[in-house]
């Protein structure tokens, strides 16, 4: 059981928009900025995505947004593509000093 | 382009101890503004941050693996180490090294693992 809370699965059609949540704690997501969004496809390293809940690292296309309230981080893919198809992991640094990651969201376009 | 390259053992035996090492290439190990992690991804399962260390060999570690791993560095040789012990078959899992950026500029703090290695599973089984 992982400490960030995703759902096990999204999916949505080409050119729709789709969003992931990943709910954490007042010890985790809630009390920082820290939060990070990773896109893995199989067998390959995750790629990062999304940092500071809402920026976007250079060449991360701008279809890749995030936003955070309260306890709760979430990630927007819009005008979905086929290549978005992939499992997606959040996570967030603690007060304990520590990285906690969510049990990853798999993303499926119809 | 920083790489992050990862070499050891895919399989060890249970009880016994863990050894990963990762090389990095296209950039210097030697500054503040960033650590070097470990992080695994049990087979099926979501990731698991282990720990991270710094140049001068300070270090960071899950406390609740924080009893059996040990991180090291060396410069000279532009890797860092991983070595975790007495393992059980609760330790398979790809194993992952990346560097962690802790960076502060005119927007900010920043907190993040930008690159990251290819990733090696590590099977524990006699």
């Known amino acids: 059981q992982s400490d960030l809370t995703q759902p096990a699965s999204v999916s949505g059609s080409p050119g729709q928009s789709i969003t992931i949540s990943c709910t954490g704690s007042?010890?985790?997501?809630?009390?920082?900025?820290?939060v990070c969004w990773y896109q893995q496809y199989p067998g390959k390293a995750p790629k990062l995505v999304i940092y500071?809940?809402?920026e976007r690292p250079s060449g991360i296309s701008d279809r890749f947004s995030g936003s955070k309230s309260g306890n709760t981080a979430s990630l927007t893919i819009s005008r979905l593509q086929a290549e978005d198809e992939a499992d997606y992991f959040c996570s967030s640094w603690t007060t304990s000093s520590t990285w906690v990651f969510g049990g990853g969201t798999k993303v499926t376009v119809l | 382009q920083l790489q992050l390259h990862q070499s050891g053992p895919g399989l060890v035996k249970p009880s016994e101890t863990l050894s990963l090492t990762c090389n990095v290439s296209g950039g210097s190990m030697t500054s503040t503004n960033f650590y070097w992690g470990w992080i695994r991804q049990s087979p099926g399962k979501g990731l698991e941050w282990i720990g991270n260390v710094l140049f001068n060999g300070d270090t960071s570690y899950n406390p609740s693996l924080k009893n059996r791993v040990t991180m090291s560095v060396d410069t000279s040789k532009n890797h860092f180490s991983l070595r975790l012990s007495s393992v059980t078959a609760a330790d398979t899992a790809v194993y992952f090294c990346a560097r962690h950026v802790g960076l502060h500029d005119t927007s900010g703090y920043h907190l993040y693992f930008d690159y990251w290695g290819q990733g090696v599973l590590v099977t524990v089984s006699s």
């Open positions: 007042i010890s985790d997501v809630g009390s920082y900025k820290y």
């Open positions: 500071d809940v809402t």
